[in-house]
């Protein structure tokens, strides 16, 4: 008998697990708490490896549009000194592995490859229950209910799903970030679009960082990195955009102007995000009925994989529920074996997880943390 498949978030990862469920000919239900696609700017660019983002675009047979939405170019890497040198500088030659593109389209794309109504907009989980015998109730904020026997929590950081299956909760990192936009940046912002270049650009100390890319249509999108305790944060007004452009500007007093630039040129806002992580390695025992993808099983501060992880797991999770059918226990089983060991060995890179090195990263470990990252994509190509 197939099994009613209910999803509670369509992010990447839940979305990715419909659309390979649905390559396999079984349905499923994504539950999401937005009212619709277009509520909340999807922001920012994603490079998505071929050791485990593209794996996932394969299985969903949606490599082709894939490569539609890819930007030429952007897998260029800079490493700069707060002062300006630059101490690395790779282009893109083609072979990267890890094309960029924009996560809101990257989102509609596996919302277009779905049948019409599998997503159910502002559907809001508040509760889960077990009902015993693998068989699960869900509660949304209008009242309404579901009852599945395959529960996928796929609903990010704070999912609703996991105290099903762990008593675990998001730690703040020690570290949190302050977004901006720099807009037409070649014209507008010339020095700050020559320091970040065609692709991403990092500049970092132990506990002041900043990463920026060069997306679509000439913008820069800037990330302050600070690594301060959450009422640190808290002092600062962020609703007083220039009051908090220039407290964040400050923190970052002789670096480059070309670099301060990225703060204190921001065409938007500044927006302050804190990162949370779940303890690496985080795990559970199996229980029937249920199981996590994505950031809702192991969240981790943002080292470049967690969208990608996203898509596999889902992947991953089609995929053995399609190779076992009848079977769910065996199904989530396979999948969580495999998906244990990997999101533990992610969280242990750079930014991830709280086992971080408290001084953080040099630039050097971060170039010779990029080359290895080629090594292993080299690898994983090969074999
Ligand atoms: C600043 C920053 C930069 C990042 N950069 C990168 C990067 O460059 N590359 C990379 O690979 N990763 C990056 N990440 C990590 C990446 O964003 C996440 O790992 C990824 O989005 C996880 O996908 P997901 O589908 O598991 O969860 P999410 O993307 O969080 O999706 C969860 C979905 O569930 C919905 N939802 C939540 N609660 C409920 C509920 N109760 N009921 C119903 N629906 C609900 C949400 O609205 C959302 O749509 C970054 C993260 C941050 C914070």
Partial sequence: MAVDVTIIGAGLGGLMLARVLRVHGIPATVYEAEPSPAARSQGGMLDIHDYNGQLALKSAGLMDEFGGLVLEGRQAMRFLAPGGTVLFDKADDGTGGRPEVLRGELRQMLLDSLPPGTVRWGHKAVRVRSLGGGRHEVVFADGGTVVTSLLVGADGAWSRVRPLLSAATPRYTGKSVVETYLFDAGARHPAAARAVGGGAMIAHTPDRDI????????????????????????????????????????????????????????DTAPVLRRLYALPAGHRWDRVPGVTLIGDAAHLAAPNGEGANLAMLDGAELGEALAAHPGDTEAALSAYERAMFPRSAEAATLEGGGHGSDSDGPTPHDLIAAFSRHEETRQDATRS
Avoid: N, V
């Avoid at 002092?235 to 703060?263: M, N, S, V, Y």
């Fill in 211 to 266: 990463f920026a890319h060069r997306e679509k249509d000439d913008t820069l999108h800037a990330y302050m990195g600070l690594t301060e305790p959450e009422d640190w944060f808290a002092a600062i007004d962020f609703t007083d955009a220039a009051a908090a452009t220039a407290r964040i500007a400050r923190e970052f007093d002789g670096w480059a102007p070309e670099l301060t630039a990225l703060i204190t040129d921001s």
